[in-house]
């Protein structure tokens, strides 16, 4: 998931899964909603970082892309190789964005 903000702020991300698969769709994504706070773009300098499944906060700057990556696990936390589900995410504070979401 992408997304692009240009308010600073504290934002709550949150995944969940659509459509059909292994899981209901509309279940949320491991402990979603995570808390991402947005600084001012003071050096212009893009910041990139990935979302691990324990992660409980990460940081972007306004006005730059994040990109926040996550596997799909099956029940025994070993990463699917066929992927199953797809997913929404939004992101919400300040302002609220719809993230672009691409399987990869």
Request: net charge negative; hydrophobic share 35%.
């Amino acid at each position: 998931a992408s997304y692009v903000v240009t308010l600073g702020g504290s934002y709550a991300l949150t995944l969940t899964l659509t459509g059909s698969g292994d899981f209901v769709g509309g279940a949320t994504v491991g402990a979603s909603p995570y808390t991402i706070t947005v600084n001012p773009d003071e050096d212009g300098d893009p910041t990139r970082f990935s979302w691990v499944p324990d992660a409980s906060a990460v940081e972007g700057t306004a006005g730059v892309t994040v990109e926040v990556s996550m596997r799909e696990l099956d029940q025994y936390a070993n990463p699917r190789t066929v992927s199953g589900q797809s997913f929404s995410a939004t992101l919400s504070g300040p302002q609220t964005v719809s993230a672009v979401v691409t399987d990869e």
